[in-house]
């Protein structure tokens, strides 16, 4: 069984030079190394996404909810990040 699939992907020029400049430079041994370790990249940064959003976010949202006067205005919070200049 196969565990990898050929695929043709077209890059801009920039991207594809930036590529090639990897290989080029020993960091990768060919260009689709250099494509999985973006696409790598890609999914951690939106696992560390989902997890701020599912940790933090949500509780946070929920607090608001159950008790809306912890709420600042936009007035309130310019005027607290000011102070805390």
Do not use: F, K, N
Request: aromatic share 4%.
């Amino acid at each position: 069984m196969r565990t990898t699939r050929q695929m043709s992907v077209t890059l801009p020029l920039e991207m594809a030079d930036m590529v090639r400049a990897r290989v080029e430079s020993g960091d990768y041994a060919s260009e689709s190394e250099v494509i999985r370790e973006g696409l790598r990249s890609l999914a951690a940064r939106e696992r560390a996404v989902e997890s701020w959003l599912r940790d933090q976010v949500v509780p946070a949202y929920d607090r608001l909810a159950a008790d809306p006067s912890t709420s600042m205005s936009p007035d309130q919070v310019r005027a607290h990040v000011t102070r805390a200049d």
